[in-house]
Structures are given as structure tokens and as C-alpha cells.
């Protein structure tokens, strides 16, 4: 059996494993605030950052590149708080914002987060809390006092309430006698006086502890401290306690440190609530735990081999979690299941144990809990009884048994009876359970206290059930109800609230708990108590999206009881969604209320809620119940509408209206007919309302023809005018005069003809006529808009309405006066009737119109009187003057002079009146008004030609010349004759003239022109020197008569020479261009005539020669330049001195390869201008011909030359002498270096290119000397590129290519001793050897291979199968994986036994140790066993026993087994022993057996009690000892006849029945011997009244007598003191009702220290504890593995 652990040890996580370095981990590096998150600062390389581990999923740390001094994770979030010099900053790392920033004036030599948003902060002088809070800054808290100058701080810490602080800090003293040793100084201080304390301690921690009686909990302060005396631990209250609370006694004990630890300390405290237990944590790795109520220590041991320095709560187990050194993660927490047990039988304490299984409900300690309450009940003392069954822990004694046996307690008189104090005690303490709830409410139910019940029941002291509900029901219904809610019985809730009247919430418990009721029978239920009620309770049922209950159900519930009212409010609420399914529920809901009440039918069914209901049985119940206009809704048939719709005063008339909207067009026009045919006068009104509001759609025509039916004009008259004003139809216009005239309306009759637009004015016309209405005003309005005024005239003089003749023209519209006249004229009517007509109506009329009438009818003398009449009056009417002059004119009176005198008659129309009668006086009256276009067509019809060529020319307007000139004017010529000989011989007007002529131009006349132009200029006129008349018979020639320009040229002198010349060019006249400019001497433009016209560069030389001026020159060798004539054009440039188009010779000169002569042209350029290009060209012409002295002098004196772009042209065109001299005059170095390596001088070509000192340069010199095998200067150039990277690969790529290996091994090996030899040149170095050289290759990696890029020269040794080298490389790469696989893959060539040990130890995946475990059993099997120590630490040793087991090795692997056996492996533990039980090695098999537990003791025990050696079979006695089997243990023995061992044993398991069955053998056996000294090894188990009667039965009494008398003198002694300690207290009792009562002194500060306690007892070794075996220090039992 295993050994029993009062705690539970677990390691979480290796920090290593997660790729965090060792050399990070530690106190200044690595911060844990919680159990939630580790922090760590790390460097990578020259890149600082934070690696955070969440505890809860530590596969995936978060990095970040953070540069800081110190990080601390909140306790509760993933915030950060960061510090870099004083600059303290916290950020939020899952929003990616920053929350606060803080410099502060002094270093923070240690923080820490004291609770979620605080964090407080310790400098040299003060301690500052700083809030997350807002903007707030650090707040000083306090002072650091001088006791802690000079300590390096380690912890912080606060009690929940932050009342007290405490500062933590640790220092080295060196004393007189001993080493180093590490001092504590602490600094408590209270927030609330505002005081320290400094203390001596290491590690401290502040508790909350409730002690049994107290209403508050307590806050103590634990700490602990060694000292040079030794080490304690204090547990102290603070502060004043609580109001009612009692002080808690100081505490104080020793803390323990072995001897092989003499400088162990405390270094870390924590306190777990949940158990109230201390954990305390040394510097060594040692664990402590204490009960923090007495101070007593619980266990010991060692659980880490390394310093645990950070530790935080372990919230999930209430225990405690740090981090050692080697980067384990490891907590320690109390094992519920064993840590009472552990202390009732390790430490044998079990007054502790009841105390703590009680405190924190803990198993382990029932028989004692049973025995004591058994003990206190048979004595009496039930009080105490009730205590302990109530704080049994996990309700062991809380039964009816216990209750039972209480109630047969019978009471005392006048004591409360036993049962009730139970009770009490009980209710004190917290809630009661099932049985104990009910026990307690029957008799306080019987008393009728139920207030009591309530106040339990607030107190949550009852446990609730269905039984204990049951029983209050009685007694109190809402009451009962409260239980079985607590008690969850869903049908009995339900029915209480029924009962009480709680409907409405029903609903919401049953969804609630997940219950489904009868809802029916409950419906029925409540519907007898109370209708309202139930009514609510149905409305609940189907207040979701699925009905709890079927609708129809319960409206069957409702109608059982005639409750329609009620049934329609629920089917309303119900049926509110209009679901399709729902259809029959509707009609059921109309039906009844149809019938019962059918006004809330008419409510519903106007509110338009439902639509699935049966609309025909609907529509008919409707009409039944009087309600038309819902049957009209639901109606579709035609004969059901119609039958309805007549009874048009039991319908609303606008819903009548709107109602036909939803019927068809047929149907609405069937109705409306079948409402006239009905009751006309009854519903003639709405049926007009609806052709008015539908006339669109039942078309205007088919209503019309339905009131002309029934012969209804008021009803079409009313119809048409409301839709008259909007309509635009000629008919319904029509119809609706008509109608208006049957129903006399005369005056709409009006408006209509006067405002309407629509109607057929002919029909209206001859409507009205027929009419014969008596107020003929809407004929004449007809008449008048429509122009049928004549017609009026006529209709009324024919009729004697002469009087409405009158009434028109002088009321209606006067302006009709002329149309009047004339139908009066027509009709025969009185001239002085009509004569005086017109003066009646003066000046109101047209004047025009009226003389057109008169005129038509050949009466215009009629007029005159009047028209004279109205010149006298000073009118200035046109068409009054215009009728006077006709009037003249026929009469011929003088018509001329009238003519043109009269200032206001209109010339189109009088002269227009004249044409036939007299063209003279046409002429004149269209001359008066300047009507052109009116006098030229008089005068060509009657050949006046020479008016109108008169007219013409004093007219002066273009526009009428183009006309008259025009190509299709048949009387153009004679008009030309007379303009030529006639007009312009007579006018002396220089403008009247100008105008012609351009009109003659304009019309593009130009023989006629030039005749007109010689006429006016050559026959010495007055304008024979005109200027412009010249330019203008020049160019008319030019444009028509081409032969007669060169006379005009030569005979004219007073023209523009330069234009008309231009002019002459660009219409081909080359040669007579050529003789204008000549003639006035311009000798340039001359000679462009002949270049570019002409084209006779020979004419152009001879006129050059004979002018001999620069510019012609210049113009000459443009030409000839263009022509290809280099020679000949350069010549001409020099004679014309001209360099200005050098360029454009250059270019030409260049391209015909014409360099002579371009270096005759450049040398006389250069001496006009000083340009660079000239001079640039000069230079290369220079080249070109080969004329190098002269091209060396010309470079050597001052010049503005571009050298170096001359040079490169010569290069290009590979003259490279030219090319070397100019590179080497410009320096350039570079260019010089590839010319010299063209010209083969490559030690020339070297030394150039170490003057430019260019990677390009130095490549094309290098490739140039391979290429021609000068390898020795191809390395000294070589030699400076490889120094670059980046042409490195391209260097190395030229030489394979063409296969000069060696050389380039020898360049590359020659460029490792460079000062900027790169990774790249060792490396190409090194895969160069790998190919070529493989020999060479290992002592190069040996020397660089810090310097190679590794990866790239693996690849090369894989493919090369360099398998060693390979192995050296992936060492150094730290890829020790695939190192270790290359050596197995290979062990010939890569395996070496010191190297494959040393790289295996560092391989990431362990899954190699077993593959490397099968290469040493293959090939060097003796070697395994030093592979396998080498693979120890992180090797799963059970997993490698299970593979040698499998293999069938497990002796040759025998030293490693005894080599690990020290990590009490199961595994390694059960091999080794069974290896040694084949070896038949039983001292071995005992010293395993001792040393390491973890193994099936049972299990070896059965197979050892088998074993033929007698030693093993008392080793497997020794086993079943272990495991508290001591019968099997003593019975083997005996077998054996092991005596010694069996009363050994037998003494050991502390049980009686064993010793005295071993007394009992002995005696059997008759070895008395043996039987005495049992008798003194089993003394403590034996009863003496037992030994007694053994010996004098078998008459051994002198065997028994020495057992005897020290039995008599041991109960001796305690009489004795039991009578001592009696006397003593009956004194201090005494001396206690003497004194009054006196409180503890307040506990604030800390004055004396801790008061000395009394020890614990007088061994060295604490409870649970043993002494050391062997010479490791946690070799002890109990010990736990790592």
C-alpha cells in the first residue's frame, strides 16, 4: 500500500519546453503576479522582448518586441505594466492601446500588482500605490524604514482590506563564527494609524480565519523568520477585533530545517482560504504546511532540488504555484481525501484532525466523529453531542437515526428538550437537511408558530421538499407554495398557484423548470373559481409562437360556460398573428359574435384582422344580422352584390363609393344599373358620386349611356359637371351643354362656350341654333372664339335679332367690326346703317381688316369721308394713309407728289398696289421705303435696268449686290452694262465705287472686274494712281487672265511688291515672283523663288555669284545641303562666313562619311563660336581621319570639348588608340581599363582598373584575363569583387562554367585572409571543396564554420555524402536531430561515441533516445549503458523498461536501472527488483524495497511469500508490514518462524487482536521465551488483565511478572498526576472568580515580537517527519518525486 499524502504535488509546465532559455529564468527576468500568466524578458539576438505564457494555454506564448527593465501581467486580464528607467507605462494587449503613463522622479526598485488596478510601487525611500483609475498619479503610502537600507526587496504584500501593508526584503550579514547568512527585514504598516513596525522575517502572508464562535473573520498576519537561534513561524491578529468578535491567541512554533540544509531559509508564504492552511516554501525546495488556527505543522518534505524564487495563489486548488530555477512550474495543494487521515494516523493528532475535517468539511475522520458523539450521547452530555453531529464533516451523523435517537431523549423539567437544542445547534450553524427540516416544522406547526417557518425559510435554514410542503399546506397555502418552489416539485408550484390566484405566472414556471401541466384541466379549474382569472390564464396559453394548449380546447372550455364575451377577448389576443392555420378558429370567432352580438362582429371584421376565415358563410351571417356593408365585403357573386348594394340607405355612401372600387368594370356598371332601375330618386345622388370617382375606369361613354337610358339629365348634367372642368373629351363637353340647356341652365351653358376648349365648336354651332334658346349670348360666344362670326351675322339678320348685331360689336368684341361689315355688305344691308356702325365703334377695330373687307367688295369710296376724317383728327395709322393713297392712285389725284411727301403709308403695300397699275410709281414708293428686293423684281419685269443700276450703286449694300449679281440673275448682264457705262461714270463717290468693285469680287465676276478696272484705272481717271485699284487688277489677272499679269507687273509701279509676289508664288507664277523681286531688288526672296520653286540651283549659283551677299550664300548652301551636295554646300557656308547650322552639317557631313571637308567646316566654325559641340566634333572628325598628332594637340590646349562622350563614341566604334588617348587625358580610368584589355595590354588593363577601383571594372577586366588564361592577374582582380556579395555568385558561376576549378579555389582560398572576406566566400569555399576537393572540405568547416552560411553548405555535403562533415554542421547549427539521424543513417563514416553522446542530450524530439536506444543494441551493445546515463534526465524511464523488456534486455541494462532508481519510478522500481529476484540478490531486493515505494507492494509481496529463499519470503513479510497487512505480515513470519520479525511487527500495526493472537501462538508453541519478550515489545497493546489470566492458566507467572510490575507502576504514576493536575485546577479556578474579566491587549504593533510559545514535542524531527535515511536529503519517507 501506498504511502498516505496530506498534499496533491503537480508540475504544470517546463519553461524550457516552450523555447524560454535557462539563463532567463529567474528573479530579475521572469515575474508571476497570479496563477493566470508568467512573464519573462528575454533577448534574441540584438531584439529585446517579452514572452507571456497563459497559464491556461501555455502551447502558444505571446512575443512581443518590447525593450523594458522590468514586466508584471495584471492578475486578471492580459494588461501590462512596463518599466524602462523611471518611465513606467501599462498597456492593454488585446485592445493594442495603452491604459496609463508615469515618469517618476526616482528609480522603482521593485513593483508588483497588489490587486487588479492597483499596482504599488517601491523606491528607495517610499512605497506608492498607483490606481488604474482615471488620470490618477502614484499616491505615497508610507516611508521605508532605516531598517531596511540597504535590502534588496522581494515581496510586497497587503490584507484584502489594503489596511495593512507589508514590505519585504532580504540582505547577506557576515557573522564572527559562521558563514553568510541571509537576513529578513520586514516593515509592517497600518493605513489606518499610519505607523510602522519593522520586524525580522523572510516571508509573510495576512489571513482571513473566522474562529468557531466569531461572527466576523479575523485578519492575522503570519509570518516567518531564522534567525541564528533557529526558525519560526508567528500567527498574529492585527488590529482591534471585530465588534463581538474574541481576540486570536497568538500562535508561534518552530520551523524545521534538516541538517544538511544549515543555510535553507524561508523565501516564499502563501495562505490557502479554502483550508486555512499556510504553505511555506524555502530557498531549498522545501515544502511546509501548517495549520494556521494552532500553528501546527501538518507535513514536510522536499519538492524541488532547485530554488522555487517566484510564487503566486493557486486559485483552482487554494494552494500555492511558483517557478524553480530550471523552469519548472509547479503547485502544491492540500488532498482533500487524505489529509485527514493522514493526520489520525502519521501524526497521530486526531483532535486536529476532527477539528480541521470539521472546519472544512473534509473526509477521513467519520469514526471519530461517530465515536465521540456516541460517547458524549451515552454520557449525557447531548449539548456537546448536537455540536459534534452538526460539524461531522459531509453530514455523516446528520440522519434519522441521530434525530430518532434524540427524540427518545425524554426532556427534563424545565430544560429544553435535547431535540431542540440539536435544532438549534444545527440551525446555528446553517441549513438543515430533509429529514431534520421536517422533524423540526411538525411540532412548530402544531404550536401554530409559522412565523418561524418564514424566518427559516428567509434564512435558507430549511431544506425544501415535497413532503415538508405537504405538511405546511395545511397550515398555510403561500407558504407551502415558497417550499415547493425551493424543493422544485413543479406540479405541486402549479397547483398552488392555481389555488392562490398566481395564474399569470403558470406560464412563465413551467417554461421555467421545463414542465408541462394539463393545462386543460387547469383551465377548467380556474375558470370555476374565477372567470376573469382563467380568461388571463387562456390568453397565456397561446401567447407565444406554439399554443401550450389547443385552441379549440379551450374555447370549448369557454363556451361550456357561455362565456362568449371572455371567449372573444382570448380568441382576439390569440388568433392576433392571422395565421393561415388558423382559418376555421376565425370563423368560429365571427360566427359567435354574428350571432350574439353582431356589433363587436362589425368591430372585428372592420379592423380587418383576420383573412383565413369562410368569407361566403360569413358574408351571408353578415346580411342575416343586418350588417350590408360587411356581406358587401365578403360578397363575390354578382347577384348577392346586387341584391344588396340597392339598399343604398342602409350604407354608408362614401364606404358605398369606395366599394366599387373593388368591383370589376362589368359588374360596378351592373350595379349602378340596377340601383337607377331600383329606386331613381333614391340613389341617383350616390350613383353619381361613383360615375364621378370611377369614370376612368367605367369609361365616361357607357355612364353617359347609362343616365340617357333612363332619360336622367339632372343625373348626367351633375355626372359630366363634376368631371367637365378636367376632361378634355369633345363629348362629354358637348353632352354636358346639352345637358345644361334640358335642365335650363343657362348661365353653365355660358361658362362652358366661353372657357372650354374641347368641344367641336360646329356641333355646339349648330346645337345652340337648333336650340332656339332666348338669350342668344352662349351662339354669339360660340361664334366669336370660333370665327364663325359671318355666319352669326347671317343667322341673326336673317332672324331679326339686328339688336344682337349691335350687342356683339359694341359689347362682345368690337374688334369684329371689319368681318361684321362684310357679312353686312354681303346681306345687302343700308350703307348709311353700316356707315354709321362705324362711327359708333371708333378706333376699336382694325383698321386693315376693315378696308380688306370694303376691298374685296370693290366699295372702297365708302371709306373715304371717314379716312379723311381720321388724317384731319392727326392720325398716323399706316393703314389709314395706306387706304388713301389706293384711294388716290385709282383716282389719280396727284399720286406721285403724294407718294413722296407722305411720311406714313406703307411703301411694301402701296407700291405692291402700284406694280400693275403704274411701275414709275412702285418704283418710287419702294425707293421711299427702301424695299430693295420689291424695286429690283419691278424693275426687271419692266427693264428698268438703269434705276436699278443707279439705285445700286447709291444703295451700297452687299448684301443686294450678291443678289443681283448672282449666276442665275437672267438680267445680270444688261445690269452690268448699265453699272459699268452708266452708274460709275456718273457718281464721283470714291465709297460708291469701293463698294462695287468688292461686290464684283464677291459675286467672282473677274473679266467683268479687270473691264471695270481698266476703265477705272488705266484710262488715266482720277483714280489711275489708286494703290489698292492697282493690287486689284494685279491679282483679278493673276486669278483670271494669267498672260496679261506680266504686262500689268511691268506697267504698274505703285503696288504692294512683296504681296502681290507672295501672292504670285502660291499661285505658280514662279517666274513672274521672281521678276517683282528682282524689280525691287529683295535678292533673298529672289533666290528662294529659285531654290524652292524653280528649283535651278544652277540659276541660283549664278545669281549668287552676281549679288555675292552672305545671306544668299547662306540660303545657296541650305539648298545645297538639303540636296545632298556636301561639298559644294560646306564651300558655300565658308564663302557666306556662316557656322550657324553646324549641327544639321555635322549630322549630314557624318552620314556621307564626309570628314575632310567637315574638319575644313569646323575649323572655321570653331573660330566664329567657341561651342562644345563644335568643338566635340572637331575632336572626332579628328579620330575619324585618323589624325591623331593633331587630335593630341587639339586635347592638350584649352578646349570646351565633352571628352569622355568622344572617347566613348571612338570605343564604340572601336578606334581604340583614339579612345586610349582620350580616356587616359579625362583619367577615367574604368573605360581606360576595358580599352587597354581590346588593345591585349591586360597588365596596362590592371593597373588602370586598381586606378578606378569599380566592381564593374574589375569584372570585365577579370572575365577578359580568363577568357585569355591570365589566371594571375584574372585572381588579383578577382580578388576585389569577391569582397562584394552580391558578385560573388557571379564570379564563381564564370569560372565553372568554363572549367577552371582550381583557379578558383585558388582565388577563393586567397581571398580568406581579406580583411572584407564575408560569410559568402566560406562558404562558396566550402561547397567548392565539397565538389572538387572533399578531402579538404572538414579541415576548412573545423577553422570557419562559424563564419559559412550553414544551411546552404548542408545541402552541399547531403548531395556530396560528406556524411561527417555533415554530422560537424548540423552539430554547430544546433539541429542536433537531424544530427543525431545522420550518425545512425550512417554510423560508418559520422558516428563517434563522445560526439553522438554529447549531441544526443540536446535533440528536440525524444522520440530519438529510442531510436538511438535500438542503434547501440545493433551495433555497440556494451556502450548502451553509458548512453543510457547520458539520456537519464529527460528520458520516460517507463517507457524505456517497456522497450527492453520487449527485447528481452533488461539485464544488460542493470546499472542504468540502479543508476535512476533514485526518481521512485514504478517501472525502473519493479525491473530492478525483478532483476534481482532472478539474480537471487535478497540484501539488494531489501535495499530497494527500502529506498524506492512506487511499485505493486502486494503485488511483489505475493510473489516473494512464494519464493523457496527464506530471506525473500521475509522480505515479502517485510512488504505486507509496509502495507498495513500485518496479519498476512505476522501469520508469514510465524510460517517462517521469524519471531523477532513477528513481534516487530505485531508491535508496529497497533493493533491488539494481532499482539494477542501472537501471545497466543507462542503459547501454543510453548516458547515462553518468546512470549516475555513480546510481552515488552508489545507492551503498549497488551491488557493486562489478559497477560494476566494467559500466565496463570499456563503457569508462566515468572515470565509475566516483569511485564506486571511495571504495569502496576505506570498506572501508579498517573493517579498521581492526575491528583496533581486536579489540585492545580481546582486552584486556578479559584483564582479565576477572584479576578473580573479582562480583554487581550490590542494587537496593532508588534512591540516584543511574537511571545515565546512552548515548543513542539521533545524530538527533533516535526509531526509527520522522520529521520534522514541515507545521505540525500530527500531521501525520506514521504518523499515525492520530481
Known amino acids: 500500500m501506498a504511502q498516505i499524502l496530506p498534499i496533491q504535488f503537480q508540475e504544470h509546465l517546463q519553461l524550457q519546453n516552450v523555447g524560454i532559455n535557462a539563463a532567463n529564468i529567474g528573479f530579475s527576468t521572469l515575474t508571476m503576479e497570479s496563477d493566470k500568466f508568467i512573464c519573462i524578458r528575454e533577448k534574441v539576438g540584438e531584439t529585446a522582448q517579452v514572452v507571456i505564457i497563459d497559464l491556461s494555454d501555455t502551447t502558444n506564448p505571446i512575443r512581443r518586441p518590447i525593450s523594458a527593465d522590468s514586466a508584471i501581467m495584471n492578475p486578471a486580464s492580459k494588461v501590462i505594466a512596463l518599466k524602462a528607467g523611471k518611465t513606467l507605462q501599462i498597456f492593454n494587449i488585446e485592445m493594442k492601446s495603452k491604459v496609463k503613463a508615469h515618469n517618476m522622479t526616482e528609480e522603482v526598485q521593485f513593483w508588483k500588482w497588489i490587486s487588479v488596478n492597483t499596482v504599488a510601487l517601491v523606491t528607495d525611500t517610499a512605497c506608492y500605490h498607483w490606481s488604474m483609475e482615471g488620470d490618477s498619479q502614484p499616491q505615497k503610502v508610507f516611508e521605508r524604514h532605516s531598517s531596511l537600507a540597504g535590502c534588496q526587496i522581494i515581496h510586497y504584500r497587503t490584507d484584502v482590506k489594503q489596511q495593512w501593508l507589508l514590505l519585504i526584503g532580504i540582505s547577506a550579514q557576515v557573522g564572527d563564527t559562521q558563514t553568510n547568512r541571509v537576513v529578513g527585514a520586514m516593515q509592517l504598516y497600518s493605513v489606518e494609524r499610519k505607523v510602522s513596525q519593522p520586524i525580522e522575517g523572510h516571508a509573510a502572508a495576512f489571513a482571513q480565519f473566522t474562529i468557531p464562535g466569531n461572527a466576523s473573520p479575523s485578519t492575522l498576519f503570519c509570518f516567518a523568520v531564522r534567525g541564528a537561534q533557529g526558525g519560526k513561524l508567528h500567527v498574529i491578529e492585527v488590529g482591534q477585533p471585530a465588534q463581538g468578535n474574541q481576540p486570536f491567541p497568538k500562535k508561534a512554533t518552530d520551523v524545521f530545517f534538516p541538517p544538511e540544509a544549515q543555510n535553507d531559509f524561508p523565501v516564499a508564504m502563501q495562505v490557502g482560504q479554502k483550508y486555512d492552511v499556510i504553505y511555506l516554501i524555502t530557498k531549498y525546495g522545501y515544502i511546509h504546511l501548517y495549520d494556521i488556527e494552532t500553528a501546527t505543522c501538518i507535513y514536510m518534505n522536499r519538492i524541488s532540488g532547485d530554488t522555487i524564487f517566484v510564487t503566486a495563489p493557486h486559485d483552482a486548488s487554494s494552494g500555492i504555484i511558483g517557478v524553480n530555477r530550471k523552469g519548472q512550474v509547479l503547485s502544491v495543494s492540500v488532498e482533500e481525501d487524505s489529509i485527514v487521515q493522514y493526520i489520525t494516523t502519521t501524526l497521530q493528532n486526531p483532535d486536529l484532525a476532527l477539528r480541521i475535517a470539521s472546519r472544512n468539511n473534509l473526509p477521513g475522520a467519520e469514526e471519530l466523529f461517530v465515536r465521540k458523539f456516541n460517547t458524549l450521547f451515552q454520557g449525557g452530555q447531548y449539548s456537546d453531542a448536537a455540536k459534534v453531529a452538526a460539524g461531522a464533516p459531509k453530514g455523516i451523523l446528520r440522519t434519522p437515526q441521530t434525530i430518532q435517537r434524540f427524540q427518545q431523549v425524554p426532556a427534563q423539567q424545565g430544560q429544553t428538550s435535547p431535540l431542540l437544542q440539536y435544532f438549534g445547534i444545527l440551525l446555528d450553524q446553517g441549513q438543515l437537511n430533509k429529514y431534520e427540516s421536517l422533524e423540526l416544522c411538525r411540532p412548530v406547526l402544531q404550536q401554530g408558530r409559522k412565523q418561524l417557518l418564514e424566518k427559516w425559510l428567509k434564512e435558507d435554514k430549511l431544506e425544501c421538499s415535497e413532503e415538508l410542503g405537504d ?248 355626372f359630366l359637371g363634376s368631371i367637365v372642368n378636367f376632361s378634355q373629351d369633345a363629348e362629354v363637353h358637348f353632352k354636358y351643354i346639352q345637358a345644361a340647356c334640358k335642365t335650363g341652365q343657362i348661365k353653365e351653358v355660358e361658362r362652358i362656350c366661353r372657357e372650354s376648349n374641347c368641344y367641336n365648336p360646329e356641333r355646339v354651332k349648330n346645337f345652340l341654333k337648333e336650340a332656339k334658346l332666348t338669350d342668344q349670348l352662349p351662339l354669339i360666344i360660340v361664334c366669336d372664339r370660333f370665327d364663325y362670326v359671318h355666319d352669326l351675322v347671317l343667322y341673326l339678320y336673317r332672324n331679326n335679332l339686328q339688336k344682337y348685331i349691335e350687342i356683339y360689336v359694341q359689347k362682345v368684341n368690337p374688334s369684329r367690326l371689319p368681318v361684321v361689315v362684310g357679312g353686312l355688305l354681303d346681306v345687302d344691308c343700308g350703307e348709311d346703317a353700316i356707315k354709321q356702325l362705324i362711327l359708333v365703334i371708333r378706333g376699336q377695330f382694325s383698321t386693315d381688316e376693315l378696308v380688306a373687307e370694303v376691298e374685296k367688295r370693290n366699295r372702297l369710296k365708302l371709306l373715304l369721308p371717314w379716312l379723311e376724317m381720321r388724317i384731319h383728327e392727326g392720325s398716323v395709322e399706316p393703314a389709314t394713309h395706306n387706304a388713301l393713297a389706293k384711294i388716290y392712285i385709282d383716282s389719280n389725284n396727284n399720286p406721285e407728289r403724294f407718294l413722296r411727301e407722305n411720311q406714313y403709308y406703307d411703301s411694301k403695300v402701296v407700291g405692291k398696289y402700284c406694280e400693275k397699275r403704274d411701275p414709275h410709281l412702285a418704283c418710287v414708293a419702294y425707293e421711299r421705303g427702301h424695299c430693295d428686293y420689291e424695286l429690283i423684281n419691278v424693275c426687271n419685269e419692266n427693264s428698268l435696268f438703269k434705276s436699278e443700276a443707279r439705285y445700286l450703286v447709291r444703295r451700297r449694300d452687299a448684301e443686294l449686290w450678291a443678289h443681283v449679281l448672282q449666276e442665275d440673275n437672267e438680267y445680270r448682264s444688261q445690269l452690268i452694262d448699265q453699272v459699268v457705262q452708266t452708274a460709275l461714270s456718273e457718281t464721283q463717290d470714291p465709297e460708291d465705287i469701293s463698294v462695287t468693285v468688292k461686290a464684283f469680287m464677291t459675286a467672282d465676276l473677274p473679266n467683268e472686274l479687270i473691264e471695270l478696272l481698266e476703265k477705272i484705272v488705266l484710262d488715266n481717271s482720277m483714280f489711275s494712281d489708286h494703290r489698292n485699284l492697282q493690287n486689284l487688277l494685279i491679282l483679278t489677272a493673276i486669278k483670271a487672265d494669267r498672260t496679261r499679269v506680266m504686262e500689268y507687273i511691268n506697267r504698274l509701279d505703285n503696288y504692294d511688291a512683296p504681296d502681290i509676289a507672295n501672292i504670285a508664288i502660291s499661285s505658280e507664277l514662279y517666274e513672274e515672283a521672281f521678276a517683282i523681286f528682282r524689280k525691287f531688288e529683295v535678292n533673298t526672296s529672289a533666290i528662294q523663288v529659285l531654290i524652292d520653286h524653280i528649283n535651278n540651283l544652277d540659276r541660283a549659283y549664278e545669281f549668287a555669284e552676281k549679288c555675292n551677299e552672305p545671306a544668299v550664300w547662306s540660303q545657296l548652301a541650305r539648298a545645297q545641303l538639303s540636296n545632298g551636295m556636301v561639298k559644294e554646300a560646306i564651300d558655300s557656308y565658308i564663302k557666306a562666313d556662316d557656322p550657324s547650322q553646324y549641327m544639321e552639317v555635322v549630322n549630314v557631313a557624318s552620314r556621307c562619311n564626309n570628314w575632310e571637308d567637315l574638319v575644313k567646316y569646323l575649323q572655321m566654325a570653331r573660330k566664329k563660336a567657341r561651342e562644345t559641340f563644335i568643338e566635340t566634333e572637331l575632336v572626332f572628325a579628328y579620330a575619324m581621319t585618323n589624325r591623331l598628332a593633331d587630335l593630341e594637340e587639339f586635347i592638350s590646349g584649352p578646349n570646351h570639348a565633352a571628352i569622355t562622350q568622344v572617347a566613348d563614341r571612338c570605343f564604340d566604334n572601336k578606334m581604340y588608340e583614339a579612345a586610349k588617348l582620350l580616356y587616359n587625358n579625362v583619367s577615367n580610368f574604368a573605360r581606360l581599363a576595358i580599352t587597354l584589355v581590346h588593345l591585349g595590354e591586360y597588365q596596362g588593363a590592371v593597373d588602370s582598373a586598381r586606378k578606378a577601383n569599380s566592381t564593374k571594372t574589375w569584372k570585365e577586366v577579370c572575365f577578359a584575363c580568363v577568357d585569355n588564361e591570365e589566371f594571375r592577374l ?359 472568580t477572584d479576578k473580573p474579566l479582562v480583554f487581550s491587549e490590542p494587537q496593532l504593533m508588534l512591540t516584543a515580537g511574537p511571545s515565546s510559545m512552548p515548543g513542539m514535542p521533545g524530538q527533533m524531527y516535526g509531526p509527520g517527519m522522520y529521520p534522514v535515511q541515507g545521505s540525500y536529503p530527500g531521501a525520506m519517507p514521504g518523499y515525492m518525486p520530481m
Open 471 to 718: 405538511l405546511v399546506k395545511v397550515a398555510d397555502p403561500t407558504l407551502a407554495l415558497s417550499v415547493y418552489l425551493r424543493a422544485n416539485v413543479p406540479s405541486k408550484v402549479i397547483q398552488c398557484f392555481a389555488e392562490t390566484g398566481q395564474t399569470q405566472k403558470i406560464v412563465l414556471y413551467a417554461k421555467k423548470v421545463g414542465y408541462t401541466p394539463d393545462y386543460i384541466f387547469l383551465l377548467r379549474s380556474i375558470m370555476r373559481i374565477n372567470p376573469d382569472q382563467g380568461t388571463q390564464f387562456a390568453q397565456m396559453l397561446v401567447k407565444d409562437d406554439e399554443p401550450l394548449a389547443d385552441i379549440n380546447q379551450i374555447v370549448d372550455v369557454f363556451m361550456e360556460s357561455n362565456m362568449v364575451q371572455q371567449c372573444t377577448a382570448f380568441l382576439l389576443e390569440a388568433l392576433s398573428k392571422n395565421r393561415p392555420q388558423e382559418g376555421p378558429l376565425q370563423t368560429r370567432l365571427l360566427e359567435m359574435n354574428l350571432m350574439y352580438a353582431p356589433q363587436v362582429a362589425d368591430a372585428i371584421l372592420g379592423n380587418q384582422m383576420f383573412t383565413h376565415y369562410d368569407r361566403a358563410h360569413i358574408a351571408q351571417l353578415c346580411e342575416k344580422a343586418g350588417l350590408l356593408q360587411r356581406a358587401l365585403e365578403h360578397y363575390t357573386d354578382l347577384y348577392d352584390i346586387k341584391r344588396a348594394v340597392v339598399h343604398t340607405h342602409l350604407l354608408n355612401p362614401e364606404w358605398l363609393v369606395n366599394y366599387f372600387g373593388s368591383l370589376s368594370v362589368e359588374d360596378s356598371l351592373e350595379c349602378i344599373k340596377a340601383m337607377l332601375q331600383s329606386n331613381i330618386r333614391q340613389n341617383l345622388q350616390v350613383c353619381v358620386q361613383i360615375a364621378t370617382k370611377y369614370h376612368e375606369q367605367l369609361t365616361t361613354q357607357a355612364l353617359i349611356e347609362i343616365f340617357e337610358s333612363f332619360k336622367s339629365f339632372e343625373g348626367l348634367f351633375y
Open 1274 to 1632: 584574372a585572381q588579383m582582380c578577382g580578388l576585389h569583387i569577391v569582397v562584394h556579395a552580391d558578385e560573388l555568385e557571379e564570379l564563381i558561376n564564370y569560372y565553372q562554367d568554363r572549367g577552371y576549378f582550381e583557379e578558383l579555389i585558388s582565388l577563393l582560398e586567397a581571398a580568406l585572409g581579406l580583411e572584407r572576406a564575408h560569410m559568402g566566400i566560406f562558404t562558396e569555399l566550402a561547397i567548392l571543396y565539397s565538389k572538387y576537393k572533399p578531402g579538404k572540405m572538414r579541415e576548412h568547416l573545423e577553422l570557419f564554420w562559424s563564419r559559412v552560411n550553414i544551411p546552404k553548405v548542408l545541402r552541399a555535403a547531403d548531395q556530396a555524402h560528406l556524411w561527417a562533415e555533415l554530422v560537424f554542421l548540423y552539430d554547430k547549427y544546433e539541429e542536433f536531430d537531424n544530427a543525431i539521424i545522420t550518425m545512425m543513417n550512417h554510423p560508418t563514416d559520422a558516428w563517434k561515441e563522445s560526439h553522438f553522446k554529447d549531441v544526443v542530450t540536446k535533440v528536440a524530439n525524444i522520440e530519438l533516445y529510442y531510436k538511438a536506444l535500438q542503434f547501440y543494441l545493433d551495433y555497440k551493445p556494451l556502450l548502451l549503458n553509458d548512453l543510457l546515463l547520458v539520456l537519464t534526465p529527460r528520458m520516460d524511464h517507463t517507457r524505456a523498461v517497456t522497450f527492453f523488456r520487449k527485447v528481452g534486455q533488461i539485464p544488460l541494462v542493470k546499472p542504468y536501472l540502479r543508476a535512476v532508481q533514485n526518481n521512485n519510478n514504478k517501472a525502473i522500481n519493479e525491473a530492478l527488483n525483478n532483476l534481482l529476484i532472478e539474480e537471487e540478490d535478497y540484501q539488494g531486493l531489501r535495499a530497494s524495497i527500502d529506498a524506492f515505494d512506487n511499485f505493486d507492494n502486494i503485488a511483489l509481496a505475493q510473489r516473494l511469500e512464494k519464493h523457496e529463499l527464506i530471506e525473500f519470503r521475509r522480505i515479502g513479510a517485510y512488504l505486507y508490514k509496509g502495507n498495513n497487512r500485518w496479519k498476512q505480515s505476522v501469520d508469514l513470519c510465524k510460517k517462517d518462524r521469524l519471531f523477532k520479525d513477528a513481534m516487530l511487527y505485531a508491535s508496529e500495526s497497533r493493533n491488539i487482536d494481532i499482539a494477542e493472537e501472537l501471545i497466543a501462538w507462542f503459547l501454543e508453541d510453548k516458547n515462553y521465551e518468546c512470549f516475555a519478550a513480546s510481552l515488552f515489545q508489545c507492551y503498549d497493546l497488551l491488557r493486562p488483565d489478559v497477560i494476566l489470566e494467559l500466565s496463570w492458566r499456563h503457569n508462566i507467572m515468572d515470565f509475566a511478572m516483569p511485564y506486571m510490575i511495571q504495569v502496576m507502576r505506570e498506572y501508579t504514576s498517573k493517579v498521581d498526576k492526575l491528583e496533581q493536575s486536579d489540585a492545580v485546577r481546582s486552584e486556578e479556578e479559584q483564582k479565576a
